[in-house]
């Protein structure tokens, strides 16, 4: 089967990487600002403190798209040991625990990291004289 938008793929990873990177680092800024939502703010040294400093200042760097494979790595990281920390110990299925978020964001940071940043980002600024997989591709055709 052709992929529909496969020609679009480079703009909607940008477009995955921004706004998972925002709605990350949002779950950050609940936990250090009580906002949005108002709220109980994390103790900054506590696990929840560092928690939410990863996510905001995680979430942000892989929104701009800031050492992106670094910073999901961490994200990732992070959100796998939510899940068997806080999640896995109430029930194994993701879907009874709550922890399907946990999962989906280590699994989806886990690719970024793999991935890299991609287009629209401060890394592709940062690089723009390097050649890309693309570059490679279109010499080796």
Same mark, same amino acid.
């Given at each position: 089967?052709?992929?529909?938008?496969? +020609?679009? *793929?480079?703009?909607?990873?940008?477009?995955?990487?921004?706004?998972?990177?925002?709605? $990350? /680092?949002?779950?950050?800024? @609940?936990?250090?600002?009580?906002?949005?939502?108002?709220?109980?703010? /994390?103790?900054?040294? *506590?696990?929840?403190?560092?928690?939410? !400093?990863?996510? =905001?200042?995680?979430?942000?760097?892989?929104?701009?798209?800031? $050492?992106? &494979?670094?910073?999901?790595?961490?994200?990732?990281?992070?959100?796998? #040991? /939510?899940?068997?920390?806080?999640?896995?110990? @109430? +029930?194994?299925?993701? !879907?009874? +625990?709550?922890?399907?978020?946990?999962?989906?964001?280590?699994?989806? =940071?886990?690719?970024? /990291?793999?991935?890299? &940043?991609? !287009?629209? &980002?401060?890394?592709?600024?940062?690089?723009? &004289?390097?050649?890309?997989?693309?570059? #490679?591709?279109?010499?080796?055709?």
């Amino acid at each position: 089967m052709d992929r529909i938008l496969g +020609n679009y *793929s480079p703009h909607l990873y940008a477009v995955l990487r921004i706004v998972a990177g925002l709605l $990350f /680092a949002m779950h950050g800024t @609940q936990k250090l600002f009580g906002w949005p939502g108002g709220g109980d703010t /994390a103790e900054i040294a *506590s696990l929840m403190g560092l928690a939410g !400093i990863i996510e =905001f200042v995680g979430g942000l760097m892989i929104a701009i798209g800031l $050492f992106t &494979s670094w910073a999901a790595f961490i994200a990732s990281g992070e959100m796998a #040991v /939510a899940y068997f920390m806080m999640h896995a110990a @109430q +029930n194994t299925w993701p !879907i009874l +625990n709550g922890g399907e978020l946990a999962v989906l964001y280590c699994f989806l =940071f886990l690719y970024m /990291a793999a991935r890299g &940043s991609g !287009i629209w &980002s401060i890394d592709a600024a940062r690089h723009r &004289s390097t050649v890309t997989d693309a570059d #490679v591709h279109r010499h080796h055709a």
